[in-house]
């Protein structure tokens, strides 16, 4: 996200009483990429990779993922040979902007990547890598919508949502949703937030304005800041059979070299995510002015370093799961 994006995102959050976290930019989205590569709990990838290998697929695999943004996840499972053979991947988001920008952020890639891939259509693209060939398909369609029989039920081998949880009702949704995976199909979601937010060096602010942000979550949808432990209690009563977990911070730290773009980026629109969220309403933290410019200034600095609690869940839906 560009700095006059942010300022311009942020404040429009706070114009129109709109909590900043309900509205992501494309470019937020790509400065992420990077952060949650490094974040993803690799243990948790490996226990998928092993279970697709020996998945009994009786065609190409089908994959479908929700809140899928840019498509950087679409990006990772091909890079990280997650897709062997054949696959059609469905990536879904609600926000146009979204499954618009995923296009052309995806065109750029492949071209990086010497990867063929071509456009039949405005969503559908073919891919072909030395590993892998698949169908992708980005639609623009509502997590509550698939959850209500837009697709058709035990379709699907893999489930993936990453980051989207905490946005969503998903003791709601989830046993909708999970009748789309077929008999022993696989559901992996990964940076669950689960609780806790750091930034160091602390200040004196620190306490009310971390509490005070996660509150914002828990306002915006019961439960959120602690959607992690949740969910894996969630899977568990539901019957699926929780494969493997694990941690999956983010974490930003200046090197020697201060931070990358993409890690200032991000931080910049973490601290002003804070900022929006908490602007909202009448009730300002006192601090919380005194607070952005400190946290602006040691990124400044590369003083800063900030750290986000999440959980990576990889799940199979067995007969116990009742679907
Ligand atoms: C934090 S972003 C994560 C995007 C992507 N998974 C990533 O990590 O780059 C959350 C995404 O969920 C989407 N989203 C939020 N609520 C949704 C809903 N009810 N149905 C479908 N998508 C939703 C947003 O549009 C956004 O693209």
Redesign the pocket.
């Known amino acids: 996200m560009t700095i006059d994006q942010n300022e311009r995102y942020t404040r429009s959050a706070k114009r129109g009483n709109r909590s900043a976290a309900q509205r ?1 930019s494309p470019d937020y ?1 790509e400065a ?2 990077s952060i ?1 590569d490094r974040a993803l709990n690799k243990e948790v990838w490996r226990k998928l990779t092993q279970e697709l290998a020996f998945y009994p697929a009786t065609g190409p695999l089908q994959v479908l993922e ?5 498509g ?2 679409f990006e990772r499972v091909v890079d990280w040979g997650l897709l062997k053979g054949e696959a059609v991947y469905t990536a ?4 146009p902007v ?1 499954t618009n920008a995923a296009r052309e952020y995806l065109t750029r890639w492949a071209g990086r990547n010497d990867y063929l891939l071509q456009w039949e259509g405005k969503q559908l693209a073919r891919l072909r890598t030395p590993e892998a060939m698949v169908t992708l398909i980005i639609r623009q369609v ?3 919508e698939l959850a209500s029989g837009y697709e058709s039920p035990h379709s699907w081998d893999l489930f993936i949502a ?3 949880f905490d ?2 009702d998903f003791a709601a949704l989830l046993p909708d949703l999970l009748l789309l995976l077929k008999d022993h199909g696989l559901f992996y979601s990964t940076c669950n937030f689960d609780g806790a937010t750091r930034f160091l060096p602390s200040f004196k602010g620190d306490e009310e304005i971390i509490t005070r942000y996660h509150e914002s979550m828990e306002k915006r949808l019961s439960g959120a800041s602690h959607t992690g432990r949740r969910l894996r209690l969630f899977l568990e009563k539901q019957g699926l059979d929780v494969l493997a977990s694990g941690r999956s911070d983010w974490f930003i730290s200046p090197g020697q070299d201060g931070y990358s773009p993409a890690e200032n980026s991000f931080l910049r629109a973490i601290i002003d995510l804070v900022d929006g969220e908490l602007s909202i309403g009448r009730d300002t933290p006192p601090d919380l002015a005194a607070w952005v410019r400190q946290r602006r200034d040691q990124m400044a600095a590369g003083t800063l370093s900030f750290r986000a609690r999440h959980l990576d869940l990889l799940a199979r839906c067995g007969p116990l799961a009742g679907i």
């Open positions: 992501f989205l992420k990429k949650d929700i809140g899928a943004g840019i950087t996840m879904t988001d609600n926000d979204q509502s997590v509550e990453h980051a989207v946005l969503i």
